[in-house]
């Protein structure tokens, strides 16, 4: 990796409290695009929360959230996907009696026509060798199915930081090498996939 690369994302002295407990306790952290990272630590270790204030669920306390050198208060989600940054989160957000068309173009930003959204998603799945039939109703799927849902969705918005909070805890072993084959593609696009696992 290229030393004089600037950084994507860089975090600062990143702190969160909550009643009767410390969360973050001045945690720093950076990447550069392309590059592939885990966050790893026990159960209560904090990184749901990290990850949360670096997509705009929550704010720190204290600390700086840097992107591209630039330091941003990253409001909500809406602020951090305009800004290119991606979530895919490990409870999915799905509704079981809608397809998989339905399901992606209620999570979209911007009111796409349906025929206009579902040549996206071909086009995203062609790219990162992901299968699914847009319109299975939900309910058919299996987990991994339903994950990859999640991750169209994420992709749609050709984001510059992609994160993925514990992509493998609930897939197959197959299920898992397919994950890391699209992860893989997406760091030649120059994709950036800060991970973590239980």
Same mark, same amino acid.
């Given at each position: +990796? &290229?030393?004089s690369? !600037?950084?994507?994302?860089?975090?600062r002295? @990143?702190?969160k409290r $909550?009643?009767?407990?410390?969360?973050?306790d001045?945690?720093?952290?950076s990447?550069k !695009?392309g590059?592939i990272?885990a =966050?790893l630590?026990?159960?209560?270790a904090?990184?749901?929360?990290?990850?949360k204030m670096?997509?705009?669920?929550?704010?720190?306390?204290?600390? &700086?959230?840097?992107? /591209?050198?630039?330091?941003?208060?990253?409001t909500? !989600?809406?602020?951090?996907?305009?800004?290119?940054i991606?979530m895919?989160f490990?409870?999915?957000?799905l509704f #079981?009696? +809608?397809?998989v =068309?339905e399901? @992606?173009?209620?999570?979209? /930003?911007?009111? *796409?026509?349906?025929?206009?959204l579902?040549a996206? *998603?071909?086009?995203v +799945?062609d790219?990162?060798g992901?299968? =699914? /039939?847009?319109?299975r %109703?939900?309910?058919t799927?299996? %987990?991994? #199915?339903r994950?990859? @849902?999640?991750i %169209?969705r994420?992709?749609l918005?050709?984001?510059?930081?992609?994160?993925?909070? #514990?992509?493998?805890s609930?897939l197959?072993p197959? #299920?898992v090498e397919?994950? $890391?084959? %699209?992860?893989?593609k997406a760091?030649?696009?120059?994709? =950036?996939?800060?991970?973590?696992f239980?």
């Amino acid at each position: +990796m &290229d030393a004089s690369r !600037p950084f994507r994302l860089e975090l600062r002295g @990143i702190t969160k409290r $909550f009643p009767g407990v410390v969360a973050n306790d001045k945690v720093s952290f950076s990447v550069k !695009p392309g590059e592939i990272h885990a =966050l790893l630590g026990e159960n209560g270790a904090g990184k749901s929360t990290l990850v949360k204030m670096i997509y705009g669920i929550m704010q720190p306390d204290a600390g &700086d959230i840097r992107w /591209d050198g630039q330091k941003v208060v990253m409001t909500n !989600p809406k602020m951090a996907r305009k800004l290119g940054i991606g979530m895919v989160f490990q409870h999915f957000s799905l509704f #079981e009696a +809608m397809t998989v =068309l339905e399901n @992606i173009a209620l999570g979209m /930003d911007a009111k *796409i026509p349906a025929r206009e959204l579902e040549a996206s *998603i071909r086009k995203v +799945m062609d790219q990162y060798g992901l299968v =699914l /039939d847009p319109h299975r %109703v939900v309910s058919t799927l299996s %987990v991994g #199915e339903r994950q990859r @849902i999640e991750i %169209v969705r994420a992709l749609l918005l050709d984001p510059k930081l992609l994160i993925m909070d #514990e992509p493998t805890s609930v897939l197959t072993p197959q #299920e898992v090498e397919q994950l $890391f084959d %699209v992860l893989r593609k997406a760091r030649h696009r120059g994709l =950036l996939h800060p991970l973590y696992f239980p």
